[in-house]
């Protein structure tokens, strides 16, 4: 299986700053089937970014992901005081799906 | 949406299904999987199920460990536990992949809100 790795662990940023989180693959992805997800404590994950580089329903601009290969990236732009969260990755080009083990974004 | 069934706290030993029930869209057309999340821990894949003809798929450490089911006569899927161990204490939230059909393109666009499992003694 693809093991995904991410990082770094902990995002210790201020609001209006740009945050970079990386997700790397163990091998390719194929067809950047590469999603992003959003998770605040005691609630579900939600969709940011599928595809690699295309945003879900409703998420704002300020979220981007790029990409491919073995190498993906989410930035968001300025960091608005509800970013503030856990980020993972999750390919689905390779079953079984995997995730990265997150990158928690945090108010410095 | 997708509403899960509520808490549970079980011995170990016993047995468990917990259910996950879809609406506001044709359920039997979208798979539906379950994702893992220990204390503390990140998301895990455990398997996924085609409402429409029952094809199931698992992760390989979870086949034999769990069943996942659905009826879609009721818009349900339930992911059951023979014999609990106080390792399944986690979260467990039921998910739908966004593209109808067949596809083997397994991302998830709406999330149940979990369900709570604790196995003690």
Not at chain 2, 27 to 43: C, D, H, K, T
């Amino acid at each position: 299986e693809i093991v995904l790795t991410q990082s770094p662990g902990t995002l210790s940023l201020s609001p209006g700053e740009r945050a970079t989180l990386s997700c790397r693959a163990s091998q390719s992805v194929s067809s950047r089937y590469l999603v992003w997800y959003q998770q605040k404590p005691g609630q579900a994950p939600r969709l940011l970014i599928y595809g690699a580089s295309s945003r879900a329903t409703g998420i704002p601009d300020r979220f981007s992901g790029s990409g491919s290969g073995t190498d993906f990236t989410l930035t968001i732009s300025r960091l608005e005081p509800e970013d503030f969260a856990v980020y993972y990755c999750q390919q689905y080009g390779n079953s079984p799906p995997t995730f990265g083990q997150g990158t928690k974004v945090e108010i410095k | 949406q997708l509403v899960q069934s509520g808490a549970e706290v079980k011995k170990p030993g016993e047995s468990l299904k917990i259910s996950c029930k879809g609406s506001g869209y044709i359920f039997s057309n979208y798979w539906i999987a379950w994702v893992r999340q220990m204390p503390g821990e990140g998301l895990e894949w455990m398997g996924i199920i085609y409402p429409g003809d029952s094809d199931t798929r698992y992760r390989p450490s979870f086949q034999g460990q769990v069943t996942i089911s659905a009826d879609k006569s009721i818009s349900t899927a339930y992911l059951q536990w023979s014999s609990l161990r106080a390792s399944d204490t986690a979260m467990y939230y039921c998910a739908r992949v966004p593209i109808p059909g067949g596809t083997l393109q397994w991302y998830f666009d709406l999330w149940g809100r979990g369900t709570l499992v604790t196995v003690s003694s």
